[in-house]
């Protein structure tokens, strides 16, 4: 039996926010660590099934959440050993914000994460994610 996200992953494919096609795992990530190197740190990339990835970094962390559905309070990387905060997350409108690390991850790890989404439409196994529904 294949579970649901198996199957989503299968037949699911993800664009940035605002055009270009759909992109692959490998190239998605490098597409990001490319912009957030460049200052654009805050990207959507949508799925054809509807979902919305969400990353937005400070150069060194960054918050990726999942969102399945417009009103959906979704589900986020974590960091649950961390207890610092770190700011520096700016979005596209001009608003900073600061997040506990426990709900950021390395951005390496979160590149990592976010490949293993779009290849295969859920999160590593290894990867402490949260559900915020």
Same mark, same amino acid.
């Given at each position: $039996?294949? =579970? ?5 992953? +299968?037949?699911? /494919? ?6 270009? *096609?759909?992109?692959?795992?490998? +190239? ?9 190197? *460049? ?7 949508? /799925? ?14 960054? $918050?990726? $959440?999942?969102? =399945?559905?417009?009103?959906? %309070? ?11 905060? /770190? =700011? ?8 900073? =914000?600061?997040?506990?690390? +426990? ?17 295969? *439409?859920? %999160? %590593?196994?290894? +990867? ?6």
């Amino acid at each position: $039996m294949v =579970d649901s996200a198996e199957t989503v992953g +299968a037949v699911e /494919s993800w664009s940035f926010a605002g055009g270009g *096609g759909a992109v692959a795992a490998d +190239a998605a990530a490098e597409a990001l660590r490319a912009r957030i190197a *460049g200052g654009k740190l805050e990207s959507l990339l949508e /799925s054809s099934s509807g979902r919305t990835l969400y990353v937005v970094s400070n150069t060194e962390r960054a $918050m990726v $959440m999942v969102i =399945d559905h417009p009103g959906d %309070p979704g589900e986020h990387a974590a960091d649950p050993g961390a207890e610092e905060w /770190s =700011d520096g997350f700016e979005l596209s409108n001009g608003q900073a =914000d600061e997040y506990p690390d +426990a709900d950021t991850v390395p951005l390496d790890e979160a590149l990592r994460i976010v490949r293993h989404i779009l290849a295969t *439409g859920r %999160p %590593p196994a290894d +990867a402490v994610w949260v559900t915020d529904r």
